[in-house]
């Protein structure tokens, strides 16, 4: 639902979803006795903006929100407390029966799926700020701003920051201290071939390589990591900016406008990813 409903249609959708959740959990272990099932969630880590511990505590609000809400429901079968006493606040938290919140205490995932693309920070109540990532998220206890201290690019509004992956895994374990996979992390820009046919993203390539090492530093910390998968192989549409955001290592020749041959073409990330799995990780 979009944040143009009321926050207690959007809550009482968010649980909904939750319940619908649990019975697939459920169900898979009774099917495949020894499956494994696990949500997949993108984080968005939040940084104060200053010291001010308002900014803290926006920070700890926004990503408590953005981040824990749906995970906590997921693995704890609950609403984080500080989110959920604003949601009583303002008449907001959702309505379920007894019965229903003991399905959500029911049926621990196996695992965690991660989507991480880049952080934000965040600062106490005030002047918003359109230039920022994700600033239709705000709520009346924070604002999400754009980092001066990290860079940006065109549509990674929030922060470019690898750091931010390691990050992310420690908090991910220290809650809830379940295995995880990073099931999309990855680079958005607009591109074309150049006159001779080629994509050279090399961004593209420096941004994975920095996030696969921050990745390696996790898994060197003892933090548990199973997989790491790239978003995306290929082009595709996305949801809000159609085909001028092109995540993929083959370039899709389908422009706005529904036009294009739909030939494929690698790019030079698609070459460079190739050779990092065969030298597993040797060559980053």
């Not at 824990?68 to 500080?82: A, M, N, Q, T």
């Not at 006493?85 to 003991?102: G, R, T, V």
Request: charged residues 25%; hydrophobic residues 35%; contains cysteine.
């Amino acid at each position: 639902l979009g944040q143009e409903q009321p926050l207690k249609t959007r809550m009482q959708a968010c649980v909904h979803m939750s319940l619908a959740e649990k019975k697939a959990i459920r169900l898979c272990h009774e099917l495949v006795p020894d499956g494994k099932i696990g949500p997949s969630s993108a984080f968005q880590l939040c940084y104060p903006l200053t010291a001010d511990s308002r900014d803290v505590q926006a920070a700890a609000e926004a990503e408590e929100y953005l981040s824990y809400l749906v995970l906590d429901l997921s693995v704890r079968g609950e609403i984080p407390v500080g989110f959920a006493a604003y949601l009583k606040k303002n008449d907001s938290y959702p309505e379920l029966s007894e019965e229903e919140w003991d399905l959500l205490k029911s049926d621990r995932p196996d695992f965690l799926g991660v989507n991480y693309y880049a952080s934000l920070a965040v600062k106490k109540p005030g002047e918003p700020d359109p230039k920022a990532d994700l600033f239709f998220f705000n709520q009346e206890n924070y604002v999400l701003v754009n980092n001066p201290f990290l860079p940006t690019t065109l549509w990674l509004r929030g922060s470019y920051d690898p750091l931010g992956l390691k990050l992310t895994l420690r908090r991910l374990n220290d809650r809830y201290r379940l295995p995880m996979i990073i099931t999309e992390n990855g680079y958005p820009q607009t591109e074309e071939p150049d006159e001779e046919g080629k994509i050279h993203d090399y961004e593209r390539i420096n941004y994975v390589a920095n996030h696969l090492h921050a990745l390696k530093e996790a898994v060197e910390e003892g933090l548990p990591v199973f997989g790491y998968n790239m978003w995306s192989f290929m082009d595709l549409l996305s949801g809000s900016q159609g085909y001028k955001k092109r995540y993929g290592l083959v370039y899709v020749d389908h422009q706005e406008g529904n036009t294009g041959s739909l030939d494929r073409l690698c790019k030079d990330s698609y070459y460079w990813y190739r050779n990092v799995i065969e030298t597993n990780g040797r060559e980053l």
